[in-house]
Each structure stands twice: as structure tokens, then as C-alpha cells.
DNA sequence: TTCTTCCTTTCCGTATGATGGAAAAAATAT
DNA sequence: ATATTTTTTCCATCATACGGAAAGGAAGAA
């Protein structure tokens, strides 16, 4: 523990239902335990107390503790605060229907790419980035879309504090290697991660704006590298686009 | 504070969470303060904890707080852990256009019917149960097309152990009535709830079951009673029995 | 400007309340 | 039936969460 002015029951509270919602299966006591270094009882106390609020669920039958519904429930508010998630879920899935990959919609909060709704590949495919994921921004293409929206003096200033993550070695690593990246999005109006946040993968990404201008949010196709070829990545990236622009004019006047 | 084994400042943080998460808008620190019954530089600690964590996030510009990205993450695991979720939403816009009201999609967890997805009419009208909102199971036309699958005997002990809320004149309030109700509800193969909930507001379910029999969820339609009037009940019933059905064999083989 | 007022953030001494070990109870395996 | 593992309860200790108070900011009025 670091010496940080943090409530510690309540970090470790919530350490441990981000263990739970990360894992596909519920979670036995001791197990949670042991993965989160705590004893069993203080485990036992906190999990009984977040029960009782109704953000984790027992499970008696399998003595599981799962993420529960007020968790679910108190998740929900973070994306109907964006009003534009609904209406984008029929672009997305026109997206996916067209490409046969994956489609997200995502935003820039805290100089992170958020994705905030996904429509899934019918294809074999576990999401890389599921809802609620992040990302650095440089290393993603719905990031770099939406970065490339700034003035080159905010761009510089973001990177000054948030440096460079190197995911992969086709990660940007320098400003000078963004920014040559940044021009050529503002030129053809789309962004491409080429595998430079997970190898093996490929994503094409536009901003849907608003009236005024003001960049909202990203929308994108992400594939497998071998199927989202280079050669097939720009006819996906024309749909994207077309895809953000109509639902920018769907949404812009409300 | 009631005697209980909990850890007083987890509940306090999941109330202040949950707080969040019910107003649209952002919330400053001290109505936060003032709400929950805390001292502020209580609540502030609290929050500055959850905001490490990603549970919630600070707007500097406004000062306001409000629900974070990881709070979203954790509970997407709670619909995807649901992987029937997903494809139902198809059933679910369908019902919504057939019958111009709101579908929605549920699940009984710990006696009570959990909307899990909605699909809102495109009339004006406020959601009465958003997802991720509870009900009373005897006061919900899916509660009792889930409870209608069980034997007697275990209608009956569930009912003695959690009693009948009573929201409406409508609710029932005697084992005797809900079991007539129930057995209505076996022979026709719909359940409806005639304002037991809220009055003014019909709904119309059915549930869709496992090849085993076992039933997974209820799929309904709700809408205003004079709007959803007794006449129309019956054959947007219809439209729900042939959608449940349609979408238990979707589900079914996989 | 300078003086309000209101709100946020930090500090600190106190005693509350969170902690982990251990024992009891329950479930599961042998 | 016995052994083993896991869950739940209990309790004495002291770490730590608490709230009052003061400092630090922001926004407006005079």
C-alpha cells in the first residue's frame, strides 16, 4: 500500500469487484482472497457489505460471488449520460454487417480512449478492448482520430504529459512520427491502428461531429491484421466514414 | 447505521456510488455531502479513493462528480456474464415496432425481476423500470411468467418468505389470488400485469425457455394502460409468446 | 482592485471501527 | 465415518477512518 491519503477498505473494496467483473466466472471466496493478498475474513467483510448494496451477488448453489445488479445498474448511468450511445448502436451494427468485423464507438476521457459500445464480429473473436476498455490514445485509431480534431499545440502538449505508451513496436514513440500520422488522418479524413496496440490487429476509425464542429466521439472497425488486410482496410475505412458522417447528421440536429 | 458486520466506510462510498449514478447530472461535493448525511471532507476522501480506482470521475470544469469508466466496465461483466443478452435485442427492437410500446427483457435474482435490456417505445414516455431496476416479482407481469414455471409448493414458500408488496390496489396480496393468477398464466402462456405495479401501466410477458425446459428470462412489452387498453392486450401478447419462443430456439442450440 | 461568500482541499488529534488470527460451523472429499 | 477444505463468526488490538477546523481557490460585488 502506498502512502496515499486513500481509504483503504474501500480501495480494496473495489479491487476486488473489478476482479470479479474481469473474469467471465464468479469467484470463491478464497480464491479472491488469495489473488487479492487479503485474509479470507476481511474478504468475507467486505464482499457481505458490498452484498448487502446490492454490487455483488452470492451465488450459494456454487458459492460464486458475482458482480451484481446495483453495479450494473450504477454502470448504466455512465453511458446514458451519453445520449449518443443509443442512437449510434444502428450504425455500429450496419458497420458490422458491412465488414463482418467488429465495431466500436468510443470517446477520449482523460486522455484515454474509452470504448463505450461495441457490436460484435459474428466471426470467431474475443473482444480485445470490451466495453468500458482503454486504451492510450496515440496507440488507437479512434484516439488518434478524435487527437487529430486538436490544434498541433494541444497534441504537443498531451504527449509532453502523457509521453508514449509502446504496446507494440509499431507504436508511436516520438511526436515527430505522430504528427506525420496526425496530417495524413486530417488529409483522407480516417485514422488506421496498424497493430500498434495489440500485433495481429488492425482497426480503421473516423469522429463523428457536431454541427459546430466539435469532434463527439469515434467510430471504427477493428480486425484480425489477416482479414482486415491492408488492401481491404480502405473500402472499410470509406464505410466508416460514411457511417460517422450520417450519424453526425443524425444526431446533430436534435 | 444499523448493528450489522459491515464495513461502514464501503457502504458509505457504494451509497455515494449509487448516488451518482441515479441523478443524470453530476453531483458537486458538498450536495453529495449534505444528501448522504456526511461530512465533507468525508465524502471527499471517499470520492478521491473511488476516483483512483476509475469508479467515479471529476469534471474540474464544473466541479461535479460523476459515475467513471470503471464503474461501466464492472458492470458490463454483469450483462455479458448474460450472453442471452445480446441476442435478444433483436426480439426485443422487433416487439418495439410491432407494438410501438417499450420491450424489455428480465430475470428473477433473489425473488425479484431484474430488467436487464430495454428497448423504449419511441412515443414519449419515461422508462418506469430502467435497466438494471427491480420489481417485486408478484407485482411484475415477467416476475409472474418466471414464477408461473415453478412447482406450487415452491410459489408458495417463496411467498411466505417474502410476503406481497403491495404498490397498487391491483397488487396481489393473498397466495389464493396469485395462484389463480398463475394458473391463468400456465394455461394461456402469457402473463399479464394489469397496473400491479404502477398504476396506469400494462404489460404483457412470456418467457422464453431451454431446450431442457428450464426457463432463462421473460421478454415483455409494457406501456400505458390506456394506450396498451385491455383490447390490445391480447394480441400484443400474441406478438410476445411467438418472440419468446422464436428467441429461446435462437439461444437454444449452440 | 479589495472585500465578500461559497466551495474545495488539506491537515491533524482522537476514538471508532476495520483488521487478521483463530475458532466454530459447514460443506466436500476420502 | 474421518479427514480436509472452505465459509462464517468472534474478538482484542491498534491502525485507520473520522469530522472539525483551517487553508486554499474561485466567482462575484462594491
Chains 1, 2 share one sequence.
Not at 455483488?56 to 451484481?68: I, N
Not at 442512437?87 to 464507438?105: G, I, K, Q, W, Y
Not at 512520427?177 to 500498434?196: H, P, Q, V, Y
Amino acid at each position: 500500500m502506498e502512502r496515499t491519503g486513500d481509504v483503504q477498505s474501500v480501495s480494496r473494496a473495489l479491487d476486488l469487484l473489478t476482479r470479479l467483473g474481469s473474469s467471465e466466472e464468479g469467484q470463491r471466496l478464497s480464491e479472491l482472497a488469495r489473488a487479492a493478498g487479503l485474509a479470507v475474513s476481511t474478504v468475507h467483510r467486505l464482499l457481505t457489505t458490498m452484498q448487502q448494496a446490492g454490487f455483488v451477488h452470492f451465488d450459494p448453489a456454487r458459492s460464486e460471488w458475482h458482480v451484481g445488479r446495483e453495479a450494473f445498474a450504477v454502470g448504466a448511468a455512465y453511458v446514458q449520460r451519453r445520449d449518443f450511445v443509443a442512437p449510434a448502436m444502428v450504425f455500429l451494427r450496419r458497420l458490422r454487417d458491412e465488414s463482418r468485423e467488429t465495431a466500436n464507438l468510443g470517446i477520449l476521457e482523460d486522455g484515454q480512449l474509452v470504448t463505450l459500445a461495441q457490436v460484435e464480429s459474428r466471426e470467431i473473436t474475443r473482444a480485445i478492448s470490451p466495453p468500458g476498455g482503454r486504451v492510450a490514445a496515440t496507440c488507437s485509431a479512434m484516439g488518434k482520430a478524435l487527437l487529430a480534431t486538436w490544434t498541433d499545440e494541444q497534441i504537443a502538449m498531451f504527449c509532453k504529459q502523457n509521453g508514449f505508451r509502446k504496446l507494440t513496436p509499431n507504436s508511436h514513440r516520438t511526436l515527430a512520427s505522430l504528427m506525420a500520422d496526425i496530417r495524413t488522418i486530417r488529409k483522407r479524413g480516417f485514422a488506421i491502428d496498424d497493430e500498434e496496440h495489440v500485433a495481429g490487429l488492425r482497426c480503421v476509425a473516423a469522429v463523428a461531429s457536431s454541427p459546430q464542429g466539435d469532434a463527439i466521439c469515434a467510430l471504427s472497425v477493428s480486425g484480425l491484421a489477416n482479414r482486415l488486410s491492408a488492401a481491404r482496410a480502405s473500402p472499410v475505412a470509406g464505410r466508416v466514414v460514411v457511417a460517422a458522417r450520417e450519424f453526425a447528421q443524425k444526431i446533430g440536429p436534435r
